[in-house]
């Protein structure tokens, strides 16, 4: 019984350190490529694979669920990097973007006020809200995308 919870615990633990290294290299990358296209006001190969992958959502629905347990942590952390990493092109605007946002937003919100399932994260749930607030005050436009049709984009 302990040997198998002990394993368990190593492949998890495993699965977070790997996964973290990995989708710090991704931004690492997204990072880069967004300095090059910067002045263009263009997006490169790497963020348009990222954003057509779906791989914004994937990140965002693993935070929600928090699995593998722990990973809601570095899933905030990560969409904190990519929201103030990428500047090439208004990121928080993108339908899908957005959407996933509001759902991790959405997460928080009904975490701390039922269970408090994420005190220990609180100051990755304040980067996060401050990231996304950050944006809206240097891009005006898309403020309205946070306050109107919110329900209609819940996705509890």
Not at 32 to 48: F, M, P, Q, S, Y
Not at 92 to 102: D, F, M, P, R
Not at 128 to 146: A, Q
Request: aromatic share 8%; charged share 20%.
């Amino acid at each position: 019984m302990y040997l198998h919870t002990l394993i368990r615990l190593r492949v998890w633990l495993l699965l977070v350190l790997i996964s973290n290294k990995s989708l710090n290299r991704i931004v690492d990358l997204l990072h880069a490529e967004d300095v090059e296209h910067r002045n263009e006001r263009t997006i490169g190969d790497c963020l348009e694979y990222f954003m057509s992958n779906s791989m914004f959502e994937s990140i965002g629905a693993y935070t929600k669920a928090d699995r593998p347990h722990g990973f809601f942590k570095i899933g905030i952390s990560v969409l904190v990097s990519i929201i103030e990493t990428v500047h090439s092109t208004s990121l928080l605007s993108q339908a899908n973007i957005h959407k996933t946002l509001v759902m991790v937003l959405d997460t928080i919100l009904v975490s701390l006020t039922e269970n408090s399932k994420y005190l220990n994260c609180e100051q990755e749930i304040v980067d996060f809200i401050t990231s996304i607030s950050l944006r809206c005050y240097n891009e005006p436009h898309i403020t309205n995308l946070f306050f109107t049709n919110v329900k209609n984009m819940s996705t509890k």
